[in-house]
């Protein structure tokens, strides 16, 4: 043991303890010694400079898209259906005998009702559910898959432009009331699909479930929206009558019969499909559904056909392989197993999994007089919407033509569309008045003009000056030669599909870059006003800001908001 004595020998004295002058700098010189540090988590300042996370949502009448801004991909999609509406505690989906139960048919029933988060006809909507539903699902967007405190969070929602104002004040307000945000910034499917897509104007043709939304975009603003009720919509419904009649079936020996009527002799006489069939006939939809692609072809729209009806070329050696394949595919027999009682597999031809599509979407065989406004094939629609635009914002978007959506998967559907559209063009051109008439008369004034130019005639012989040739002027090739070195060929005036993103990766795209919206609500003057808060372009005074002042100087900011393109 130690003693006492040894104990203090063994303690430092004053003189021998090492001092603090190493750590003093030169008086010469006075600097703060430099700290080293291994690696960045031990840095107590780099927390306060971390990056607001800003959190985008595509709300859609069936599905919603969350993620974080700057990445790719949402980081979930969830949909509105009936099994997400169940109280707490409701586990009877997970029975083994609950796929099996007996289903009734029911009556009155909607196509999709169960399915849906709204309808465009305000009417049948209960906008208090409409609430309640879009509460539950962003709430578990944000607790099991984002993982974020919702409360002093920037929101950037992407929303369709024909959003109704009711619905459009219900979805702010669930919103508002319930996750405390700060502000939200509206951002319009169309502009994005142009943005994600990396251009700056384009045709959007969006077939969504309700509707088919075609909409013009120029220097990312909207210009002309058109729309239609060929959306998906009817086309699972066309696939569940279709699976119904070979579902009746009885026994393997047995075909289907087809009607010798017209479409439009059985347009009204068509059953009514059953609801059990409704997620049988998503699937069989999104799985199989397919479009034939028919090469471009003289159109019968002159004579008032629709241009889905190409008729068929005579067969040569070189559309030989093309016309076995055709014949092929008629024979091709699909073994599809049904979900419900008895659960029969179903032998439905792969040539028919198609008709639903060409029915629903192109209106194969149909007259285009007899459709209504609301109900125009989608070929029609697009030559339309182009037709309306003025000729230098067409030749930009015809370039760019933007085919999103759900029923975009369809495979054979987007080129089947370009093509219907390059023979529309190719027969009418973008003549306005079309028609018999309208088609004699033209073929009148090109016999007309070139028998006069077949004359050779000279203007002192009494010919027309405007038929000559003009004059080629040197100094005016070589300006527009050297302005084609200087500028940057684009595409334009052709007919040409482009592939997007999607609205989503668009949103996320745009809010990374920081840019401030044209649709920006703030809460506290939403929950004061709602919508009546909002003002017209023209009242909307944007002050001239001062970056010497800083950013808390109020200066550079809005005066008020706008609804934008929901306006």
């Known amino acids: 043991m130690a003693t006492t004595a040894g104990y203090f020998d063994r303690k430092p004295t004053a003189t021998s303890r090492p001092g603090l002058s190493h750590l003093q700098g030169d008086p010469a010189s006075p600097h703060t010694p430099q700290r080293t540090f291994s690696s960045a988590f031990s840095s107590p300042a780099l927390s306060y400079r971390a990056e607001e996370e800003v959190v985008v949502l595509e709300l859609g009448a069936r599905h919603l898209s969350a993620g974080i801004v700057g990445e790719s991909n949402p980081r979930c999609r969830l949909d509105f259906g009936p099994e997400r509406n169940r109280r707490v505690g409701d586990y009877r989906q997970y029975l083994p005998e609950y796929q099996d139960r007996p289903r009734k048919k029911r009556r009155n029933y909607k196509w999709g009702e169960d399915h849906e988060l709204w309808r465009m006809n305000l009417r049948e909507v209960n906008l208090g559910l409409v609430e309640d539903k879009v509460e539950r699902v962003v709430r578990e967007a944000y607790t099991k898959y984002l993982l974020l405190d919702?409360?002093?969070?920037?929101?950037?929602?992407?929303?369709?432009s024909l959003v109704p104002h009711r619905l459009l004040s219900s979805i702010l307000s669930s919103i508002f009331s319930n996750f405390q945000t700060l502000s939200?910034?509206?951002?319009?499917s169309p502009v994005l699909n142009v943005a994600a897509a990396g251009c700056r104007a384009g045709l959007v043709v969006d077939i969504g479930w309700e509707e088919a939304v075609i909409t013009s975009v120029y220097e990312l603003?909207?210009?002309?929206?058109?729309?239609?009720?060929?959306?998906?919509k009817v086309v699972t419904q066309q696939?569940?009558?279709?699976?119904?009649?070979?579902?009746?079936?009885?026994g393997p020996g047995q075909q289907r019969r087809d009607s010798p009527q017209t479409q439009e002799d059985t347009a009204y006489d068509q059953p009514s499909p059953d609801s059990r069939y409704f997620e049988f006939s998503e699937e069989v939809t999104s799985r199989i559904a397919w479009c034939p692609v028919k090469g471009q072809g003289p159109s019968e729209s002159e004579q008032g056909t629709n241009s889905a009806h190409i008729p068929e070329q005579p067969v040569?050696?070189?559309?030989?392989?093309?016309?076995a394949h055709k014949q092929t595919q008629d024979h091709t027999t699909v073994s599809i197993p049904s979900p419900l009682p008895p659960h029969r597999t179903l032998q439905i031809p792969f040539a028919k999994l198609a008709e639903p599509v060409e029915d629903g979407l192109l209106a194969k065989g149909s007259n285009l007089h007899t459709h209504d406004d609301h109900e125009q094939p989608l070929p029609q629609l697009i030559y339309k919407t182009l037709l309306s635009l003025p000729p230098d914002v067409r030749s930009q978007c015809m370039a760019r033509i933007i085919i999103t959506g759900g029923?975009?998967?369809?495979?054979?559907?987007?080129?089947?569309?370009?093509?219907?559209?390059?023979?529309?063009?190719k027969t009418r051109g973008w003549d306005p008045v079309y028609g018999k008439v309208a088609g004699e008369a033209k073929q009148h004034r090109e016999a007309v003009r070139n028998s006069r130019l077949s004359t050779n005639a000279t203007p002192s012989e009494g010919a027309d000056t405007h038929l000559q040739p003009q004059v080629e002027d040197e100094i005016t090739e070589k300006l527009q030669k050297e302005k084609l070195k200087s500028s940057k060929?684009?595409?334009?005036?052709?007919?040409?599909g482009v592939e997007t993103l999607g609205p989503w990766a668009g949103g996320s795209l745009v809010a990374s870059l920081k840019v401030k919206g044209v649709v920006e609500i703030d809460r506290d003057s939403f929950l004061t006003n709602g919508l009546a808060g909002a003002k017209k372009e023209s009242e909307v005074v944007h002050a001239a800001q001062r970056m010497s002042l800083g950013a808390r100087s109020g200066l550079g900011e809005k005066t008020g908001w706008t609804l934008g393109a929901w306006a």
């Open 150 to 160: 919702s409360k002093n969070k920037r929101l950037v929602l992407v929303l369709p």
């Open 184 to 188: 939200i910034t509206l951002f319009s």
């Open 221 to 232: 603003r909207d210009v002309r929206t058109q729309w239609t009720t060929r959306a998906m």
């Open 239 to 250: 696939m569940a009558i279709l699976l119904q009649e070979y579902a009746k079936l009885e």
């Open 316 to 323: 040569t050696a070189e559309g030989g392989a093309s016309e």
């Open 407 to 425: 029923g975009s998967n369809i495979a054979g559907l987007k080129t089947r569309l370009l093509n219907e559209l390059k023979t529309i063009v």
């Open 489 to 496: 060929a684009t595409a334009a005036g052709e007919i040409r």
